[in-house]
């Protein structure tokens, strides 16, 4: 008996098997947890069923991150190759998500004719000890360009957030609203704090969209429509009463028009004692003759 070649053969029988076990081990993991997705977020589902299609909802059981495929609106309205939810945490107590990731690869959307394609991946993230919420936007728009938008929310207490799932768990049965429930949403979201705020753009081609939909309507060239802006830029930033911030923003935004950059980025910062509540900052936008004057009291902005 040639001990090294049986031995050698033992060994590859060995692995077969433990794949063998594993996959099967796996496949039955994973069975039930789709089953356990579907059955957790069974008015979820049934929710998106209403107004859409998809092929299928996969799960890894071991990232506990879940996919849905090919998600068809039933109006036609838009499409998405794959959803991927994951990094999913939940707060014991409130029965909230405090950490959610999702991706949506390959969405296809109509609006005014135009067909739009590209990704968007969200990241939510919530902070009960320091009352803080953040939410990261990246946006793909194949063709124009990528966003990046952050928002940071301060004041978000445990209270806040127990009214607000109440309420939400509610809106589901709309025989269940109230005016006073109505009334606890908006003071529970309107106190909170916006912090800050943090905004990029980087450009493939949006730039150039927007100079020549100016430029349609006028009835002039993209670059004429190019150089009256920067005509304008230029008047604005020899005004001795801009800010330093304001300048440089307008040079990034120069720079950005004339090509000399691709990307503008810039963040928007709460100044120390400041009131920035939702409830404050909608009540300017609505009822303040000048706004924009009126939040550059109460933020500082950064340019990048």
């Given amino acids: 008996m040639n001990f090294k070649k049986n031995k050698t053969l033992i060994s590859i029988v060995a692995v077969i098997i433990s794949i063998v076990l594993i996959g099967g081990g796996y496949l039955f993991v994973k069975k039930a947890c789709v089953e356990d997705i579907k059955e957790k977020y069974k008015e979820e589902i049934e929710a998106l069923k209403e107004i859409a299609d998809f092929e ?3 799960c890894n059981p071991f990232t506990r991150s879940v996919e849905v495929n090919n998600i068809k609106a039933k109006d036609g309205s838009f499409s998405v190759k794959t959803l991927t939810l994951s990094n999913y945490k939940e707060d014991k107590e409130l029965k909230v998500p405090i950490s959610l990731s999702m991706k949506f690869k390959g969405i296809k959307t109509k ?3 135009k067909v739009y394609k590209g990704d968007i991946n969200i990241f939510y993230n919530l902070d009960l000890k320091n009352e803080k919420l953040k939410l990261d936007t990246d946006v793909h728009i194949k063709n124009e360009g990528i966003y990046k938008i952050s928002f940071l929310l301060g004041n978000v207490s445990k209270d806040k957030i127990k009214i607000l799932n109440n309420i939400a768990k509610k809106s589901k049965n ?6 006073n429930e109505n009334l606890d949403f908006i003071m529970a ?4 704090n916006i912090e800050k705020v943090y905004f990029e753009i980087k450009d493939e081609g949006l730039v150039n969209k927007v100079l020549k939909n100016m430029a349609d309507k006028k009835g002039l060239t993209v670059d004429d429509i190019r150089r009256e802006v920067i005509v304008d830029i230029n008047r604005a930033l020899m ?5 330093e911030g304001d300048k440089k923003l307008f040079t990034v935004f120069k720079e950005l028009l004339e090509g000399k950059r691709k990307k503008m980025a810039f963040t928007i910062v709460r100044r120390e004692g400041t009131d920035t509540s939702i409830m404050k900052i909608l009540t300017l936008m609505t009822l303040s003759p000048e706004p ?8 500082n902005i950064e340019v990048d």
Avoid: A, R, T
Avoid at 189 to 192: I, Q, T, V
Avoid at 239 to 243: A, I, K
């Fill in 56 to 58: 299928k909802i996969d």
């Fill in 111 to 113: 609006n005014e004719g």
């Fill in 174 to 179: 709309l025989d269940n609203q109230n005016i």
């Fill in 189 to 192: 979201l309107g106190s909170m």
């Fill in 239 to 243: 005004d001795e009463n801009l800010s």
């Fill in 292 to 299: 924009l004057q009126e939040l550059k009291k109460m933020f």
